[in-house]
């Protein structure tokens, strides 16, 4: 099993471009989530969801949009992309949002 | 408003125990304990989590006071590879989010 799987791994972008970063888990978990982790920092949520077709605000979903369209994806879109946002980008899912898995995490650029 | 309270950072000797503790003095009656580390850049990976008994697995030991208002992570046996950021989260049962606070930044030394 792959487990949680984050693409793309880094990316950089100027400042009003859109992109959408994808989340995909084969462990047939309920629950995902998207966080971001700022130098230093600890993570904050941005949105999750806890099945197909729900999702929910987090911390800091600003400038952020989500969709659960299928179970095992889970879409983080940005779709004006501002240097706030520069961060590093983690997804996770979760049978019931106890057991987090997390991916490997995805580095974004906005200059 | 912060659910934790944890030290910023620790050091621990490698062979040692560590004991990391953290405070969550406006928990409630169902609201888990969980923690977490991250190793590194890489994605946080979970280690433990309860209620209010004490817990042990393969990776640590979750020590939860009587009133439990605080709690410590106990890694018994330090290895290099420990050093980390740990995270202690409070959690509500019912909640569907996981927020993760600043962590306290373990470094394990020779």
């Known amino acids: 099993n792959a487990g949680v799987t984050q693409t793309p791994k880094f990316r950089v972008l100027k400042t009003g471009q859109s992109m959408t970063l994808l989340c995909a888990q084969d462990?047939?978990?309920?629950?995902m989530y998207w966080y971001r982790q700022d130098p230093g920092m600890g993570l904050r949520l941005i949105h999750y969801?806890?099945?197909?077709?729900?999702?929910a605000k987090g911390e800091v979903p600003d400038g952020y949009n989500v969709s659960r369209l299928k179970k095992q994806n889970f879409l983080l879109g940005l779709e004006s992309a501002a240097p706030s946002q520069t961060s590093v980008y983690f997804c996770?899912?979760?049978?019931?949002?106890?057991?987090?898995?997390f991916g490997s995490g995805t580095q974004l650029s906005v200059l | 408003d912060a659910k934790t309270t944890q030290p910023p950072s620790m050091d621990c000797a490698e062979g040692r125990a560590a004991n990391l503790p953290c405070n969550h003095s406006t928990i409630s009656g169902n609201e888990y304990v969980y923690w977490y580390r991250q190793i590194h850049s890489q994605g946080p990976q979970y280690i433990i989590h309860?209620?209010?008994n004490n817990e042990t697995n393969e990776m640590a030991s979750l020590i939860i006071t009587e009133d439990r208002k605080s709690s410590t992570l106990i890694l018994p046996h330090a290895t290099l590879r420990d050093t980390a950021v740990y995270y202690c989260?409070?959690?509500?049962?019912?909640?569907?989010?996981?927020?993760f606070g600043a962590g306290t930044r373990l470094t394990v030394k020779p």
């Open positions: 462990m047939n978990h309920e629950y």
């Open positions: 989260i409070v959690r509500e049962g019912n909640n569907n989010d996981m927020r």
């Open positions: 309860g209620l209010k």
């Open positions: 996770a899912s979760a049978v019931r949002g106890e057991k987090l898995f």
């Open positions: 969801s806890v099945g197909e077709g729900t999702t």
